[in-house]
């Protein structure tokens, strides 16, 4: 049984920065990807910010509303990754979702946190 269990977010004025942050947790036997993604109301789904993790290393991609103003990053030693977001702007406003692609060793699968409310308002 593989959880995600998010924190951070909350109400913000235009400007402002927040953290997210995402601990993986149970029968981990390799992770493929961590990131987030959000979803405003009314809209898409769509990528925030993912880390892929390869034989030959990491590599980050930005959704291109995001880029320059976020930042992910990741503790492999704690299964945790970290969404650094600045000069937050109403039109982030969006719940945001952890997302892992994991292995157990029997089944590789992606999983979601129960996804955390960012709000930018003043």
């Known amino acids: 049984q593989v959880q995600l269990v998010e924190s951070g977010g909350g109400l913000v004025q235009p400007g402002g920065s927040l953290s997210l942050s995402c601990t993986v947790s149970?029968?981990?036997?390799?992770?493929?990807?961590m990131g987030w993604y959000r979803r405003a109301q009314g809209k898409r789904r769509e990528l925030v910010a993912l880390?892929?993790?390869?034989?030959?290393?990491?590599?980050?991609n930005y959704g291109d509303s995001v880029k320059g103003r976020f930042s992910i990053s990741r503790d492999s030693a704690k299964n945790t990754v970290h969404l650094q977001m600045n000069s937050l702007k109403p039109e982030d406003t969006a719940v945001y979702y952890c997302?892992?692609?994991?292995?157990?060793?029997?089944?590789?699968?992606?999983?979601w946190g129960q996804g955390t409310q960012v709000t930018v308002s003043s």
């Open positions: 880390i892929t993790i390869g034989n030959s290393g990491t590599r980050t």
């Open positions: 149970g029968s981990i036997f390799r992770a493929y990807a």
């Open positions: 997302n892992s692609d994991i292995s157990d060793g029997y089944e590789r699968k992606d999983y």
